[in-house]
Every structure is written in structure tokens, then in C-alpha cells.
């Protein structure tokens, strides 16, 4: 979730300093797994020490930086390649035992076997390097989930289910994107045969963010109580509104 902005993030040198939440040793114990694999575009964790957790600086553009990288078509697939190898590591993956994490995990649906989904794979959390995604941090959201989940949420951003001036000011487009075609790019890159179903699924994914939100502000986790305080959940209600009534931009 990009916004509402909340600094409760401090990077020294190439060291970052965030929040720890009660499953942070899962998600490092993850890291290490995803990094011991192949992986180097996750960062390496390095602590926790009381409730802040320390993990390395990625190297290149990131956050608000992303926009104009994921506009191209190649910098668009080399997320969803990035993506797809990620999940493919973290498969079969044994988390340690009594391991938490931010969403228990979902049942397994129609047969998908469970990855470990980043649970917030928007290009914001990616770092980009010469118009290609090269890394994806910020997994304080991960649960084991389908695949599927973390495809819809990249997609929400990436085709974007967002309207014409909205893709042109905020999403880094010179021109109101052709987002069928960057869903079947980035699905296709992802390695899905078909795009049947997609938009269904980033609708159910908008829905399962509003539960997510709202209860990680029950249990008192932040940023999402002042998120939720601050009306957070209507305009997530305002963009499954939006998808609904928009299906025909994007399918
Ligand atoms: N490992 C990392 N490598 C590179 N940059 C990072 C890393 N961790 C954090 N950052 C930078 O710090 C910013 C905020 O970090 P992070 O995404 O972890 O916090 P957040 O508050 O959960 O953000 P958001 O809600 O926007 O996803 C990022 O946008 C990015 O610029
Ligand atoms: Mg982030």
C-alpha cells in the first residue's frame, strides 16, 4: 500500500531502519532462504533489535522513483519476471516452526499451490536500474498465499485499474496506458497462459486488502490504524468500486 505517506522508515548509509513487527523473524528467516537461493535482488537482513529490524539498502530507484520504470512495456515484464522467480523459490519453502506472519495463512483455492506471496508487490517496493525491476523489498506483508493474490495486487498498480488522469499524473504514463495490453504483458512474462479470470481476481484482491487493512488496525498495528483513522478503507472501497464499473478498460 503506497499512501497515505507515513516516515517510519530511516535509511543510514546502506543500512534500513523499520518497524519490527511480531513476525519480522519469519519474514528474515525468508529472506535469508530467497537470498541462500539465488535471489540477491531481496534484501539481506541483518537484525532485530527490540522493534526496529535492520535489513541492507538495495541499490537503485525506488518508491515514487518507480513510476516512470514500470511505464515501459520491458520495465512492466521485468517485474512480473521478477516476480514470478520469487515465487518460484519460496515454493516448498518450510517456514520455521510457529512462524508468524502480518495475514494467516489463506486455504488453498481451486488446487493453486501456496508460495510465499509478498502480500504488497506494487512497483513502489521494487527498485528499478536502467528500465528493468532489479529488486522487491518491504515484505512486511508476506503470508503464504496463491501466487495469484500477489499477480492481481502487482496488477491493480501495473495496468493500472486506475482512471485516464490519474494513470497520466501519478503513474509515470506520457498517455492513458492500453491496459488490456499491459495485463497480457505482464502475464505473459509472469508465465500465465491466459489472462481469463484477471480482473475477477484483482477485484477479490482490492476486497481482501480492505479485510487486510482493517484488521491489522484491530490488532493496533501501524501505519494501518492511522490509515483506517484517517478513512483509508473508503477510498480502498472507491477503487473496487472503480474496477467494477471500469471492466470494459481493462478486459
Ligand atoms: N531494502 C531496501 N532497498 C532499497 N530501498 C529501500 C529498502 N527499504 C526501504 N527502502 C526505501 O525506503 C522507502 C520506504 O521503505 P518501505 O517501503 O520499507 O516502507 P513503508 O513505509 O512500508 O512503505 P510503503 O507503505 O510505501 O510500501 C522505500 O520507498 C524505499 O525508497
Ligand atoms: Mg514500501
Known sequence: MSEPETPRVA??????????????PTVHALLRHLRASGIAGVPEPLGIDGDVETVRLLPGDAGPACWPHQASERGLASAARLLRRVHDVSRGWQP?????????????????THVIC???PGP???TWADGEAT??????????????????????????????????????????????????VFARAYGLTSTDGLVDAVIARQEAT????????????????????GGHLDVLAARV???????????
Open 210 to 229: 480492505i479485510a487486510y487493512a482493517a484488521s491489522l488496525a484491530e490488532r493496533g498495528i501501524e501505519p494501518q490504524v492511522t490509515w483506517v483513522g
Open 118 to 120: 509478498h502480500g504488497d
Open 135 to 184: 529488486g522487491l523489498f518491504d515484505w512486511d506483508l508476506a503470508y503464504p498465499g496463491p501466487p495469484l493474490d500477489d499477480v492481481a495486487y502487482a496488477l491493480e498498480y501495473f495496468a493500472p485499474f486506475r482512471d485516464d488522469a490519474e494513470a497520466v499524473r501519478w503513474h509515470g504514463f506520457a498517455a492513458p496506458p492500453d491496459r488490456r495490453r499491459r495485463i497480457s
Open 241 to 251: 468500486a472503480w474496477s467494477r464499473a471500469n471492466r470494459g478498460l481493462v478486459e
Open 96 to 112: 520455521p516452526a510457529g512462524a508468524g506472519w502480518a495475514h494467516p495463512p489463506a486455504a488453498s483455492t481451486d488446487g493453486q
Open 124 to 126: 513502489w517496493n521494487m
Open 11 to 24: 535509511v543510514v548509509g546502506d543500512v534500513v531502519h523499520r518497524p519490527a513487527q511480531a513476525w519480522t
